[in-house]
């Protein structure tokens, strides 16, 4: 808690060593008072701002952060970033390690529980994952419904808010087999959402899971697989994608993250909090940045276009899609990964000029200081396209594929949160910038154009005070 404090107009000097508290010594020069802010974890609480007031009825200070970017929503163990140096670890395994030696449903078993399985967990949670692969059948008919272009993460977003529907038990958030249960059919199901969404859009029959397969090998086959008995996965593609799924799974409080973690404060079901983060994610500063390199790397067409297409980024018409990141102020230790991987997949599939036009791209943007000064590095989407283009995984996909292992980052993000009891119902403050206190106006009084042209003109947001 803050403390209020009389202290003398001058102020104090620096703490000496044994003075030194966790505590910010704030003077609200409104008032001459001074308070004590407890620090804890290198942050101060939003809440000790309150009792900053220039009178008794005065409501008391809050912190102004849009997007967040300074506020930590929470405590999580789940994930380590260091943007300044590249780190990246979960439950505190450097990814390096875990892409070179795990598997991604190990590493979805140890975001959610904490702790690397031994053999025996980990054939039971392979085991409960393999069989609860299948939806129910009048999912098919749900799918039916869209139209044949329909973009594939919309059909997600619908598809894992309809699984709500058909799990009315999972409601009971508290019941922690009904919370296993919604883990383990999320992680499970959302390959085959996936694979159906990419059925529909070319109008193939739906494939089945394979439980003979692994888990990355059974979503290429429902991609692939057509006359064929059986479906022969290349291992190199499978190790591929899996690689890809484990660099995917959790990334602390990313946008999608935050939204799981928002809808799911209100108690509701995980699905559709997961429907949520499923709708962040299709955003193309989000998980549909991935989609948009691809497209970005196809309109520049050749490296000798490059320069002009830079000038545009500077010039601000246009993103270079694939860089900046609101954490890493380094290169993103992700797409570090993919980038070795995108040499083994072409080496088993046959190259890709796009990947000449992405290297040029990099070094070009590297050696610029526009970009070094404003420290955009690639991140994760950068490169994954070109794997999954590699995969003959179509671009509007790309986010899909994202969504797939995110699952069970959103899953034990949503898990953390249930069993946080810091945390209730989530509703931030706002500074209201509108008009006060009018007048009814009959409609025949009213000001405005008597001919409609087009929609109504929005009026313009008051200027800050201060701007
Ligand atoms: C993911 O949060 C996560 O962890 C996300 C993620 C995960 O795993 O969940 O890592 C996955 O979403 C990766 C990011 C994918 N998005 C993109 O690649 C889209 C392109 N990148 C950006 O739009 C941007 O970099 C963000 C959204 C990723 C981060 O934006 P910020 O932190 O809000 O930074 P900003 O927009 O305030 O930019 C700071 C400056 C600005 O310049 P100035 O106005 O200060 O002069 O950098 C510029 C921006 O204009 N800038 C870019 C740029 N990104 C930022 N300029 C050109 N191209 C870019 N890509």
């Given amino acids: 808690m803050a403390s209020e404090q009389q202290t003398s107009q001058d102020g104090g000097g620096v703490a000496t060593a044994e003075q030194a508290q966790d505590t910010l010594t704030v003077t609200d020069n409104r008032t001459g008072r001074s308070y004590e802010l407890e620090i804890t974890d290198g942050t101060v609480r939003g809440m000790d701002l309150r009792q900053i007031k220039v009178s008794e009825d005065d409501f008391g200070l809050m912190s102004y952060d849009p997007a967040f970017t300074n506020t930590a929503s929470c405590r999580s163990a789940i994930t380590y970033i260091d943007g300044e140096?590249?780190?990246?670890?979960?439950?505190?395994?450097?990814?390096?390690?875990?892409?070179?030696?795990?598997?991604?449903?190990?590493?979805?078993?140890?975001?959610?529980?904490?702790?690397?399985?031994?053999?025996?967990?980990?054939?039971?949670?392979?085991?409960?994952?393999?069989?609860?692969?299948?939806?129910?059948?009048?999912?098919?008919?749900?799918?039916?419904?869209?139209?044949y272009d329909a973009h594939p993460m919309g059909m997600l977003l619908a598809s894992v808010g309809a699984l709500s529907t058909f799990y009315p038990d999972a409601k009971q958030i508290d019941d922690p087999e009904e919370r296993?249960?919604?883990?383990?059919?999320?992680?499970?199901?959302?390959?085959?959402?996936?694979?159906?969404?990419?059925?529909?859009?070319?109008?193939?029959?739906?494939?089945?899971?394979?439980?003979?397969?692994?888990?990355?090998?059974?979503?290429?086959?429902?991609?692939?697989?057509?006359?064929?008995?059986?479906?022969?996965?290349?291992?190199?593609?499978?190790?591929?994608?899996?690689?890809?799924?484990?660099?995917?799974?959790?990334?602390?409080q990313n946008c999608s993250t935050n939204a799981v973690r928002s809808v799911g404060s209100s108690q509701v079901d995980p699905y559709s909090a997961v429907a949520a983060g499923v709708a962040a994610l299709y955003g193309p500063l989000h998980g549909g940045a991935n989609e948009a390199v691809l497209r970005m790397l196809r309109r520049i067409e050749k490296p000798e276009n490059i320069p002009d297409f830079l000038e545009g980024v500077k010039k601000r018409e246009e993103r270079l899609m694939g860089f900046g990141h609101r954490v890493y102020k380094n290169y993103d230790p992700r797409a570090r990964i993919i980038k070795k991987h995108v040499d083994e997949v072409l080496e088993a599939t046959g190259d890709?000029?796009?990947?000449?036009?992405?290297?040029?791209?990099?070094?070009?943007?590297?050696?610029?200081?526009?970009?070094?000064?404003?420290?955009?590095?690639?991140?994760?989407?950068?490169?994954?396209?070109?794997?999954?283009?590699?995969?003959?995984?179509?671009?509007?996909?790309?986010?899909?594929?994202?969504?797939?292992?995110?699952?069970?980052?959103?899953?034990?993000?949503w898990m953390e949160l249930n069993e946080d009891s810091e945390q209730k119902i989530a509703r931030p403050r706002q500074i209201y910038t509108g008009e006060r206190d009018r007048d009814y106006v009959a409609i025949g009084d009213r000001e405005g154009p008597e001919k409609i042209t087009g929609p109504p003109a929005r009026r313009p947001p008051r200027p800050r005070r201060g701007a």
């Avoid at 892409?99 to 039971?124: H, I, M, N, W």
Wanted: aromatic share 14%; proline share 6%; charged share 25%.
């Fill in 180 to 252: 296993y249960m919604a883990a383990i059919r999320m992680i499970a199901k959302m390959p085959t959402l996936a694979a159906f969404a990419y059925r529909h859009n070319l109008g193939l029959p739906y494939i089945y899971p394979d439980n003979d397969l692994s888990y990355s090998e059974n979503f290429l086959s429902m991609l692939y697989k057509m006359t064929a008995v059986k479906y022969e996965p290349d291992p190199r593609l499978a190790r591929a994608l899996d690689v890809l799924f484990i660099l995917h799974a959790d990334h602390e």
């Fill in 85 to 147: 140096t590249g780190i990246l670890q979960h439950r505190g395994y450097p990814i390096e390690q875990l892409c070179e030696q795990s598997s991604y449903v190990e590493v979805a078993y140890l975001l959610v529980f904490g702790e690397l399985p031994t053999k025996a967990q980990l054939d039971r949670w392979v085991y409960d994952i393999t069989h609860h692969t299948y939806v129910h059948e009048n999912i098919k008919k749900f799918v039916e419904g869209f139209r």
């Fill in 352 to 413: 890709n000029p796009l990947l000449d036009i992405a290297v040029e791209l990099e070094k070009r943007a590297l050696d610029d200081e526009y970009f070094t000064e404003r420290k955009l590095y690639p991140n994760v989407d950068f490169y994954s396209g070109l794997i999954y283009e590699a995969l003959r995984i179509p671009a509007d996909m790309f986010t899909v594929i994202f969504a797939i292992p995110r699952t069970s980052g959103w899953v034990a993000q």
